[in-house]
Every structure is written in C-alpha cells, then in structure tokens.
C-alpha cells in the first residue's frame, strides 16, 4: 500500500518512470493498474497534441481514425474519461489495426483508471464487446 501510496506521489510529481517502476511491481492491484494505464498515456507525448486541430480534422473527416485516437488519447491525459472514451471507441470502431489496436488497449486503460464499479466502465465495456462480437 505505501509503495502504491508512492508510486502516485511520483505520478503527481511528474516522475513517470518512477511511477511505474513503483507501481508495475503489483500488476493486480487495481491501484497499481489505474496509474500504469494514467503512465501510459502521459509518457507517449499525447499531452502534447493540438486539441483544436485534431477537433477540426474530426469535424472535417468523422472517419478520421488517427485524429480521434490521438484526440481520445489527449482526453485522457486530462482526466476527461467520457469524452476519452468516445474517441477511442470511435477509433475501435474506424481502425483496428491503427496502432497495433491501440483504440481498444487505451479504452481499456481508461477502464483500469476508471474502475470496475464505475458507470462509464459499465457503459463502454458493453459497447466494446457489440464491436468485437
């Protein structure tokens, strides 16, 4: 638990790596989990992408796989888990292969984050599987 309890200090503090190294030694604890999958979307740089541009592609081209996997990722590293979630879906439902599957790992990372008792985590795992079966 205090390891946990660091790990998310280090998360806070800005140290990912130090995050993760803390937390990936209790890979099935769901505290562990949530801030490995909140890592794993700070350190692939999709904080920096241009929220207004990656809008406007998608307001230009809906089917525009790329700018709502990135646009979902971003959403993400701002804890904006429901729209997060609808550009991932989004991306699952466009392109599969975008990322080596990438929509459908980073939804369920934001499902990890999210928790297993949370409405969101109801709602989009149900979605998940109507697409995937």
């Known amino acids: 638990g ?23 030694r209790w890979p099935d604890d769901p505290d562990a989990v949530s801030i490995l999958a909140r890592v794993q979307f700070h350190s692939d740089g999709a904080a920096d992408a241009d929220r207004e ?18 646009l979902g990722k971003l959403l993400a590293t701002q804890e904006q888990w429901e729209a997060a979630l609808e550009h991932l879906m989004a991306t699952v ?25 949370d409405p969101l985590t109801q709602e989009y795992r149900r979605q998940l599987s109507s697409v995937l079966f």
């Open 53 to 70: 541009a990656l809008e406007a592609r998608i307001a230009a081209d809906e089917g525009d796989a790329e700018a709502h996997y990135a």
């Open 2 to 24: 205090a390891a946990i309890g660091r790990a998310q200090v280090e998360f806070n503090d800005g140290d990912l790596g130090r995050a993760q190294q803390l937390a990936s």
């Open 93 to 117: 439902r466009l392109d599969r292969k975008l990322d080596g599957d990438g929509g459908r790992l980073r939804l369920l990372d934001v499902v990890a984050v999210l928790g297993n008792d």
